[in-house]
């Protein structure tokens, strides 16, 4: 099987029990069974200093509760003497809206507007910081590519626009 048919055959209900024969090298075969669980992948994938004063967060996606998880992290970082930021959002293809909008909010101050949207029919809809920022002074790095979308794309923007942040986007072709 291909690697996508094998995940696609392990997907199921949590609890039931799915069982792969593998060929081994040698020519023999074996039968595996495998217990379906529910897997769930963080949307921070990796904190950590990357040096004495830069601390990095790698942020996979914006599910529900990551802006509190940004500010967990940010707190540890700072914690280890982080003197810069570098926030991740390479391949991260977006997410909750809110929680962009709550990431912003630590860096900016409260009611700032982050993004407003136009609809077809002239709705609109404005959104703003809620929360008071827990740091308005610290550089950041925000680092993009092709893969960045949505809540992303959201993200960046708004921090591009203060003075102490930088985006820098990479894009590959192949």
């Given amino acids: 099987l291909t690697s996508q048919e094998s995940s ?28 379906r669980e529910r897997i769930v992948l963080p949307s921070i994938s990796y904190v950590g200093m990357l040096n004495d004063k830069d601390g990095y967060i790698l942020l996979e996606k914006f599910t529900d509760g990551v802006g509190q998880g940004v500010r967990d992290a940010y707190t540890r970082l700072k914690g280890q003497g982080m003197q810069r930021l570098v926030l991740d959002l390479r391949g991260n293809g977006g997410g909750l809206m809110n929680e962009a909008v709550n990431i912003v909010s630590l860096f900016v101050p409260k009611g700032s507007v982050v993004v407003s949207a136009k609809g077809r029919n002239s709705a609109s809809a404005t959104y703003k910081t809620t929360t008071d920022p827990i740091d308005t002074e610290i550089p950041i790095l925000v680092l993009v590519d092709s893969g960045s979308a949505s809540a992303s794309e959201i993200v960046s923007g708004a921090l591009q626009d203060l003075d102490r942040a930088t985006v820098i986007g990479t894009r590959t072709y192949g």
């Fill in 8 to 35: 696609d055959r392990m997907r199921g209900k949590p609890g039931t029990k799915v069982v792969f024969r593998v060929k081994k090298l040698r020519g023999e075969t074996v039968d595996v069974p495998v217990i």
